[in-house]
């Protein structure tokens, strides 16, 4: 056994270290302070500067293709990407805690905390080539993020959430594990990196391995939430606090989809066509599912959950061009800028819907946007910004988004897949178009909030424009990420 | 037959029967206590593979901590057995039976299946592994996987303020009504 | 002879087929039952059906990474049982209720 | 640098409306700005070189290299007139407006000056994927022009509008990005340059939809024939007329409709040339059917508006089969056709916005006897009706007497149905003029407490270059046609091999030298 | 002086006087107005006389004076310059149409004067002059189509003048449409000729004609002379298009006049003349022609018998001259054709002018049997009237004798024509000398019915000199075209002036080009068309005058048939119940069934079919976790099962 664990590897990790370590002052200080809360904005600060020195010590260090501890960890290009939407995005997420009234004020230094240690988890996850690494950041960031849905001011809705959650996540992670152990049977490792070259034997020759590969794969669609491992999704995302479902939906989303990712790396959908068929299916269904329940909803983050759905499907028509082809760069590449996207213009809407929320337990319907538009015109042409962009209409990134996730899937020669994304953007079309309708179409009084909530239109502002700008120089953008990988 | 195998039988049938109670029983208190023994007839089994450390922790994790808290719990909320152990509706009933079923067959017959699919033992491992595993055992764990190890001490620590944070939260444990 | 063999030579299937049975009696639990605390039991019996096969595996394969991995999972597990518990209290002094009918105001 | 600055400079004057602090100034600036434009876009006559087929003004920059994506502009005979009636109808647009839009102004003059980006890049870009980005990017400010400044059903009108359009574009891209993989095996590398799509031999095989080609040139042609709108996907076209406020209907028929017309020009002849000759008849067909179907369903409607809507799908229905015989008149004429319905139609709806704007009624049976009452609105409003039902003299008559005589060439009987639509197009413009203009006064027009005004001085203002344009045209088409001319005649005869050059040398735009040496 | 600049004159004399009258239609006064107009016609008019003079002056091949001002439309093969031609065909026109024209407009200036948009009526009617221009003189299919649609235009407008009263309105409507119908087959017949032989000049079609009889139908020559036709049909007023220009009549008189009788309505025929060697080379087309020609003349002559509105007596009258027009030129005598068109032009115009000044005199009525005896109110328009009642009846040596005659000569003995057709024109003539005569007597003759408080004045001279100078003409008009077999009894009047000079233009039916009757029959054939009608005329003498209850009589006796004549043959009925009305219910149909219902409807199901689908995932996510977790299983099962599949 070659056991050289040294100062590299502690370098590769050092994200997680600090970010660990920063999740320690506030409730530390909180502690020093005979449990008082220290003032938010000061428990924010820590909490954000935790997260630039993990995303600067993720750059740095980070390099292409280093592993740590023995293989089970690695620091390439997904790694580093993922890493960087994720925290960013856990960081647009904490800024939106700091607002919302179900999150704010008391325990928002646990809050923190519990937050900035799922993000751990997810750095965790990230770099997990390892099956036991990727359930145990897997867990890390799904256990801390159940505290922290149950942990809000409203009292009931979250709490069914958490538990709602909490629940079926551990069927699934007995899946995976599950799943995990017939690989493990079927390979002897667990280890990614470990059986990689044998997959596509594998998968032809081993039925353990196949079902072990098919449970894990399940396990994993429950966490992007791929019909019909979904259900939970509408639910959870709904009854938690805005800012922990845009923790969700963007950062948890994205870190789920890089470990996904690195399953689907081993190319073990490329000896399987009926992997592959299933998977399409999952895909295209998906899309369905989550566009057509879309449409028939009221609520606004339900909207949105089912449209993040939906958005799965999307990403999983990227995973799949990975898997099939030999080199996954363009099809990983084209998955990581779609979530950077999807980050951004989730993030934003959510930011809008903090925003309408006036109480803990205020519940935003999309007819409460009427008259939004004249009372915050800057808001609302953020809000219609996102929403253009999750529809995937030029010039903003979400449409740069779609374009390379399609150009990969059809460069792989699944048009017909393609086909369904665009079909299924034009259902998509519909509900998106609803909030603008009634925000500047409508008459009415828009109730927002009457508290101050400078941060969170900041948040809004800067994705706004970022999705705007990006959407300009994605070219080498995206380049940029598919150069990194692999 | 041999003592292996009788073991292994009668293992299994204590294993699987308490299993089915914990399922079955309408009391959640005799469900915990079947638990426990589930627990206790698994940590056997595990003796009966080799992996006796582990077998110890189970018995002192799972029988010793986990089952204590899900008592607790259980005396804190002074539940007496339910009038309806399972869910109402039959179609969904049986619809759940039947997925279960369909898994159980899928699974099983790929299992029963797997003979020749298992990994080949690894003839380097296999002769360093010795009857009592338990020190190759702590060296794996705090060599190839000790980064694991400490993540699960963070986990471990994060659970603990994050448990205490929610019992003291607006509407958590120690809520007041 | 095999149905002999089947009784006698205790194999690798044996113990997988046994977790298996584990793992569906409960899952089926989590299924149907509405008692929460006894649905987090039976997660754990999965979870546990789940180390039986690691270590299955890991005798079968000579391969000591199954025990570790029961190990972390043995871990977690315990640690997913507190929050797990925390969350029913939670709802329970919210609800009163542990009765899982009654968590049903999220749909649609 | 020319095309470019045309292209994006409105984004400028959005964006400095948008901060305008001034209200009342607003619909001044607008007008200075619009003006601006358009005497920038006459800028290109000055350098534009009409004998040549290449393409002129060329911007070249790489934009998504990975992609072969390219922020590309040039211009041609094809598009330069289109570039010009679109700067020409905006100052028109914001002057017709002035009163009509109350509400909102701002954001009414930013969206329309971010809807003409959109539209002057549709026509300008020749890269497939930049060209998608203004096609969809479109779609915004209309949207919200009709949902926000439209009628009652405005909200129905707006959203058919874009799922609509949407429904057909998606599938374009998925086209667009294929044909990008077709350049990378025929030529090496990925390119999105529709030169490069020019190039490209993709195999045909006819009697059958599922050969590549087919497919592709459905793909294509389906986007555009929803924006054209071809019979049967019309039906947005009547709804997002009657809802949209007037300029927003102005725009729509006037610029909004030759994007799907224009770019089948463009993209879909000179790209799948043979599809296009197989599938001919079903244009043909199609835009028969609309011809009559137009006008025949125009004939009995009871809203002025809705009748001009038709009108227009039985117009639309004229460029498309002049394009589709492939011959010099045919595709001349639907050319000329595109500006004679953008301006003629354009007009009809200024009009109807005016005599909106005084009786807030658009329903026919309302009217009567405003002849006597508006006698110069009167004048107007029959120039233009004549120009519309194609007299000769005005320049409806040039268009469609090109497009009659291209598709008599190449299919007699379509030619013979098609010219119902000179009977049915006078039949129902006529009588909708009689019933509105003439015999006794109507409830509206006889309303003792709302006497009817004539137009004032900016209303005649707002008539007469669309009146000037509509003999110019009509009486010196070819002052028009010659500047096409060299590009129209080019495509027909190289049709089975179309390809375009950039134009090298003789640019009068010094800096255009160094951009072309570096491709 | 310059041609090119005497033809921008001539042209553009009318327009110009259109552009002052139209900008300031509101500020000019009648006298201002008419006079401007009446000016800008006579400078046309003075042009014309001068490009007459010039092309008298050259040798006889060689009269052609073209000019082209710049090239109009040019696409690949398809030239078509802003050219225009005066030749002998063409002379007569532009002549014919400002002479008269300058008339009309002098009439106008005192029947228009107490009108309030007597600019707007001279703008339009100098537009229509522009208009006319431009289709006589166009040297193209093209530009004489810009004419064609131009002066459909203008008699829209002034049919319309009146628009306040809705069936005015209606009826130009009426007939810009009913023009339509014949210039969207005119556009065909451009097509088809331009097809084949390349160009749509009409000096070079004629050239190009074939120079072979076509037997075919469907022959390039015959189709598109066919189609050009049916364009004439519609502008010329001939079955089946005709019903448009009894409801014409709704403009005010002096329009009936220029346009509807003196020029606008030839412009078929003249069309006709103008392609005379196509027209030649296709001798279906030609049968078709002097059928319908023949036809029409006797079947508006019928009408016109029973009709009581004055102008509607004259605009039958109106359609069977021109049926005489067509059956010459469907027989080849296109230099009948043109003749009768002229003598047409001066005696309708006039009779029209002179039923303006009875109708200005009557105070607006035009019913016959309100009148009568007018003869002695109104002297100068009886007499003139009477001169124009001679001419039409055909009777020697007025205009209309020589050219009616000629007509009905050349039907009876070109190689083209037929008995039964000659036999057609004399039946007509016979009803047109019967109902004028009923005119002239029910208005001019026998007692008087005129209302008391209406009190009929003799007109003012502004109006008088027009009916005058027509009534002039009326009379000498033909005298340029006297057969040959009466001037060989008249010495030194030369013969056929008229033939002669179009003679170059022309070409005559292919066989038997050298064809001539003997002078017996040609007197015979002569003197049974002239007694026929005069007995016909003494007949409607002795009706209404003498014994006015004998027409009751007869009508009673024929009964039903005569209500079915009285009432036009019940034709706009029919095209209403059978055409119109159909096809309003049909695009009512198409609105409702295939847009709303049917289109729109499939949108509708998509959408409901997205929603119904959005409902239905809302119904399987109850809530319940335990179902979601089955749902999990499921999912599980479905991957699991389907990898094992294959």
């Known amino acids: 056994m070659n056991m050289n664990i040294g100062l590299p590897d502690l370098l590769l990790v050092s994200p997680m270290i600090a970010l660990f370590l920063a999740s320690l002052v506030p409730i530390t200080i909180k502690v020093l302070r005979g449990n008082q809360e220290q003032p938010a904005l000061a428990t924010l600060s820590q909490a954000l500067i935790g997260l630039v020195a993990a995303i600067a010590l993720l750059m740095v260090f980070g390099g292409p293709g280093q592993t740590a501890f023995n293989n089970s960890l690695i620091f390439d290009g997904v790694t580093q990407w993922m890493g960087i939407i994720a925290m960013a995005a856990a960081a647009g997420s904490m800024v939106l805690m700091y607002e919302n009234p179900a999150t704010k004020g008391r325990q928002f230094s646990e809050l923190m905390f519990l937050a900035m240690n799922s993000a751990v988890g997810m750095l965790v996850l990230v770099s997990a080539v390892d099956l036991l690494m990727v359930f145990i950041g897997l867990e890390m960031m799904s256990l801390s993020l159940y505290l922290m849905i149950a942990m809000s001011h409203e009292e009931k809705l979250s709490k069914e959430a958490a538990f709602k959650y909490f629940v079926l996540g551990s069927v699934a992670s007995a899946i995976f594990l599950y799943g995990t152990s017939f690989i493990f049977g079927a390979t002897g490792s667990t280890n990614l990196l470990g059986f990689m070259e044998n997959a596509q034997r594998l998968i032809v020759d081993n039925r353990l391995f196949l079902f072990g590969t098919c449970l894990v794969i399940a396990g994993f669609c429950f966490k992007v939430s791929i019909v019909p491992f979904h259900a939970w999704t509408p639910d959870v995302y709904q009854g938690a606090p805005t800012p922990h479902t845009s923790f969700m939906a963007t950062a948890v989303k994205t870190v789920s989809f890089a470990a996904f990712l690195r399953l689907m790396a081993t190319k073990s959908l490329i000896a399987s066509p009926n992997l592959l068929d299933i998977l399409q299916w999952l895909a295209v269904i998906t899309m369905i599912v989550g566009n057509v329940a879309a449409i028939v909803q009221n609520n606004l983050k339900r909207m949105i959950a089912y449209s993040s759905i939906s958005h799965s499907g999307y990403i999983m028509i990227g995973l799949i061009t990975t898997g099939v082809s030999e080199n996954g760069a363009f099809g990983a590449g084209s998955v990581i800028f779609y979530l950077l996207s999807y980050a951004m213009m989730t993030l934003g809407a959510f930011a809008i819907a903090n925003l309408m929320e006036r109480s803990d337990s205020h519940i935003v319907n999309i007819d409460d946007l009427a008259g939004f538009a004249k009372k915050r015109p800057i808001m609302a042409l953020c809000l219609t910004i996102f929403l253009l962009s999750l529809a995937g209409i030029p010039p903003t990134l979400g449409f740069f988004g779609k374009f390379y996730l399609f150009s990969a899937a059809i460069g792989e020669g699944l048009l017909w897949l393609a086909l369904w994304g665009v079909v299924n953007s034009v259902i998509s079309v519909y509900y998106y178009l609803r909030p603008i309708v009634v925000m500047y179409m409508k008459e009415g009084e828009a109730d927002i909030a009457q508290h101050s909530l400078n941060a969170t239109m900041v948040t809004a502002v800067i994705s706004a424009i970022l999705i705007m700008s990006l959407g300009m120089v994605s070219g080498p953008l995206f380049e940029a990420v598919e150069k990194s990988l692999f | ?177 | ?108 | 640098m020319l095309l470019s600055t045309i292209v994006f400079l409105p984004v400028v004057f959005a964006l400095v409306i948008a901060l305008w602090p001034r209200e009342n100034s607003l619909r001044h600036l607008a007008l200075g700005f619009s003006l601006i434009e358009f005497i920038l876009s006459l800028k290109i006559f000055q350098q534009f070189d009409p004998s040549s087929s290449s393409l002129q003004l060329v911007e070249k920059h790489m934009w998504i290299e990975r992609f072969g994506i390219q922020y590309f502009f040039g211009i041609d005979g094809i598009s330069l007139w289109l570039v010009i009636l679109t700067t020409f109808l905006t100052p028109i647009i914001i002057l017709a407006s002035w009163n009509s839009i109350d509400k909102r102004v701002k954001g009414f003059h930013a969206a329309l000056f971010l809807l003409q980006t959109a539209m002057l890049g549709t026509f300008l870009a020749f890269d497939a994927i930049f060209f998608y980005v203004f096609w969809e990017l479109s779609l915004i400010p209309m949207y919200f022009m009709v949902g926000i400044w439209g009628g009652t059903r405005r909200i129905y009108a707006t959203v058919k509008f874009f799922i609509f359009t949407m429904v057909g574009s998606v599938l374009m891209l998925i086209a667009m990005i294929y044909m990008m993989y077709l350049t990378q095996e025929a030529l090496g590398t990925m390119s999105a340059s529709l030169l490069d799509f020019y190039r490209l031999k993709i195999p045909f095989v006819g009697g059958t939809l599922l050969s590549l080609q087919s497919l592709l040139f459905f793909a294509f042609a389906l986007a555009f024939a929803i924006k054209v709108p071809i019979f049967p996907l019309h039906t947005w076209l009547p709804d997002a007329h009657v809802e949209a406020p007037t300029p927003g209907s102005v725009i729509l028929a006037g610029v909004m409709l030759k994007m799907g017309t224009y770019c089948f020009l463009r993209w879909i002849i000179p790209l799948f040339p043979e599809a296009a000759e197989y599938w001919a008849w079903l244009f043909l067909l199609l835009g028969v059917i609309g011809i009559v179907y137009g006008a025949l369903v125009a004939m009995v409607q009871p809203d002025v508006k809705k009748l001009v809507a038709y009108s227009s799908v039985s117009h639309m229905g004229y460029i498309i089969i002049g394009l589709f015989v492939f011959n010099s008149y045919g595709i001349t004429g639907g050319l000329y056709q595109m500006l004679n319905h953008g301006i003629s139609t354009g007009a009809l709806f200024i009009l109807i916005g005016m005599i909106y704007e005084r009786t807030h009624s658009r329903e026919i049976a309302r009217y009567g006897g405003l002849a006597s009452v508006l006698p110069i609105f009167t004048i107007f409003f029959f120039i233009v009706t004549m120009s519309s039902i194609a007299v000769p003299l005005t320049n409806g008559f040039i268009g469609e007497f090109l497009i009659l005589m291209g598709v008599f060439e190449k299919n007699p009987w379509f030619a013979a149905v098609a010219v119902t639509g000179v009977i049915l197009g006078a039949a129902y413009m006529l009588w909708m003029f009689m019933r509105v203009f003439f015999g006794p006064k109507g409830e509206l027009v006889s309303d003792e407490h709302h006497p009817l005004h004539d137009l004032n001085a900016r209303e005649i203002g707002v008539m007469i270059p669309l009146v000037v344009m509509i003999f110019w045209m009509g009486i010196f088409p070819n002052q028009f046609l010659d500047w096409s001319k060299a590009s129209v005649d080019h495509l027909v005869k190289n049709r089975s091999s179309y390809n375009l050059t950039i134009k090298a040398s003789g640019s009068h735009d010094p800096q255009a030298l160094p951009e072309e040496a570096a491709q | ?646």
């Open chain 2, 1 to 177: 037959m041999t003592a292996d195998a009788f073991i292994f039988w009668f293992l299994s049938l204590i294993t699987l029967g308490s299993a089915l109670s914990v399922m079955l029983l309408a009391n959640p208190v005799y469900s915990a206590l079947s638990l426990v023994m589930t627990m206790v007839g698994i940590s056997a089994l595990f003796v009966t593979l080799g992996a006796y450390f582990i077998a110890g922790v189970q018995l002192i994790v799972y029988a010793g901590a986990v089952m204590v808290l899900f008592v607790m719990v259980l005396m804190l909320f002074d539940l007496r057995a339910e009038l309806q152990a399972f869910s109402r509706g039959q179609i969904s009933g049986a619809l759940k039976l039947a997925t279960v079923g369909a898994l159980a067959g899928l699974i099983g017959g790929a299992l029963l299946l797997s003979a020749g699919n298992v990994a080949e033992p690894s003839m380097a491992e296999a002769a360093k592994l010795p009857p009592d595993a338990s020190k190759a055992l702590g060296i794996v764990l705090f060599t190839r996987h000790i980064f694991g190890f400490e993540a699960l001490g963070v986990l471990l620590l994060v659970i603990a303020i994050g448990t205490v944070a929610l019992a003291r939260a607006k509407g958590g444990t120690h809520a007041k009504h």
């Open chain 5, 1 to 646: 002086m310059n041609h090119s600049l005497l033809m921008a004159i001539l042209l553009l004399s009318p327009f110009v006087g259109f552009l002052i009258n139209g900008l300031r239609w509101r500020k000019n006064g009648p006298n201002l107005a008419g006079g401007i107009a009446t000016v800008a016609i006579f400078i046309s008019f003075i042009c014309s006389v001068l490009l007459f003079v010039d092309l008298v002056s050259m040798p006889q091949e060689a009269r052609r004076i073209a000019v082209t001002f710049f090239e109009w439309i040019a696409v690949d093969r398809l030239k078509i310059g802003a050219g225009f031609v005066v030749d002998p065909i063409s002379a007569i026109m532009i002549l014919v149409i400002t002479g008269v024209g300058t008339l009309i407009h002098l009439f106008s200036v005192s029947y228009m004067h107490h009108d309030k948009g007597v600019a707007k009526y001279f703008a339009y009617l100098n537009l229509f002059v522009f208009n006319m221009l431009i289709l006589v003189l166009g040297d193209s299919l093209v530009t004489m189509f810009v004419g064609w649609e131009g002066v459909g235009l203008c008699s829209y407008l002034l049919i319309g003048f009146w628009f306040t009263d809705r069936e005015k309105a209606a009826a130009g409507m009426k007939a810009f449409i009913t023009n339509r119908i014949g210039d969207a087959a005119f556009l065909l017949g451009m097509f088809v000729l331009f097809m084949t032989f390349g160009t749509l000049n009409l000096h070079e079609l004629n050239e190009l004609a074939p120079t072979v009889a076509e037997g075919s139908w469907l022959g390039a020559a015959t189709l598109g002379t066919l189609l050009l036709f049916i364009g004439a049909t519609g502008k010329s007023a001939q079955i089946p298009l005709y019903v448009w220009l009894p409801d014409a009549m709704a403009g005010p008189t002096p329009v009936s006049a220029l346009i509807h009788a003196a020029t606008m309505v030839t412009a078929g025929v003249y069309m006709i003349v103008r392609l005379n060697a196509m027209f030649i080379a296709a001798p279906n087309t030609m049968m078709v022609i002097a059928v319908i020609g023949a036809a029409t003349a006797v079947f508006a002559a019928t009408i016109g018998m029973t009709q009581w509105d004055i102008k509607k007596v004259l605009a039958y009258s109106t359609v069977s001259q021109l049926g005489y027009m067509f059956l010459a030129a469907g027989v080849g005598a296109f230099g009948a054709a043109m003749f009768h068109l002229m003598t047409h032009a001066f005696f309708k115009a006039l009779m029209f002018l002179g039923s303006g000044s009875v109708i200005h005199a009557m105070h607006e009525e035009q019913d016959i049997r309100k009148m009568g005896a007018l003869k002695k109110y109104m002297p100068i328009t009886h007499f003139t009237f009477f001169l124009g009642w001679l001419a039409i009846i055909g009777m020697p040596p007025f205009a209309g004798f020589f050219s009616k005659d000629l007509i009905l000569e050349k039907a009876f003995a070109s190689p083209l024509g037929h008995p039964l057709l000659w036999a057609a024109g004399v039946l007509g003539a016979v009803m047109t000398a019967f109902y004028m005569t009923r005119l002239m007597a029910l208005t001019f003759w026998g007692k008087s019915r005129v209302p008391k408080e209406v009190h009929p004045h003799e007109s003012p001279w502004l109006m008088t000199i027009p009916l005058i100078v027509l009534g002039f003409l009326s009379v000498v008009g033909g005298w340029i075209g006297i057969p040959h077999v009466i001037s060989a009894i008249l010495p030194g009047h030369p013969a056929n002036i008229l033939g002669d000079w179009l003679a170059p233009m022309l070409k005559v039916p292919l066989s038997d080009a050298h064809h001539h009757l003997d002078a017996a029959t040609e007197w015979t054939l002569m003197g049974i068309s002239v007694v026929l009608a005069a007995i016909s005329a003494a007949v409607a003498y002795q009706f209404y005058v003498r014994s006015p209850e004998t027409p009751d009589k007869i009508a009673k006796a024929l009964g039903p048939v005569y209500q079915l004549v009285s009432k036009k043959y019940l034709i706009d009925e029919l095209y209403f119940g059978a055409v119109i009305n159909p096809l309003i219910r049909l695009s009512k149909n198409l609105w409702h069934h295939v847009d709303v219902n049917f289109i729109d409807k499939i949108t509708y199901v998509l959408g409901d079919l997205v929603r119904g689908g959005g409902s239905l995932v809302r119904t399987l996510q109850t809530g319940n976790m335990q179902l979601y977790a089955m749902y999990v299983g499921l999912g599980l099962v479905a991957i699991l099962s389907f990898v094992l599949m294959r």
């Open chain 3, 1 to 108: 002879m095999p149905s002999t063999d089947v009784f006698t030579t205790i194999t690798l299937q044996h113990y997988l087929v046994l977790s298996a049975a584990l793992f569906m009696i409960g899952l089926t639990g989590v299924l149907l039952r509405r008692n929460v605390i006894v649905i987090m039991m039976c997660i754990e019996l999965m979870l546990n059906a789940v180390n039986l096969s690691f270590i299955a595996f890991s005798k079968f394969s000579g391969r000591i990474d199954g025990q570790i991995m029961v190990f972390f999972v043995l871990t977690i597990a315990a640690a997913e049982a507190a929050v797990g518990l925390a969350l029913i209290v939670c709802i329970f002094k919210r609800f009163r209720e542990v009765n899982i009918r009654f968590f049903e105001h999220l749909k649609g």
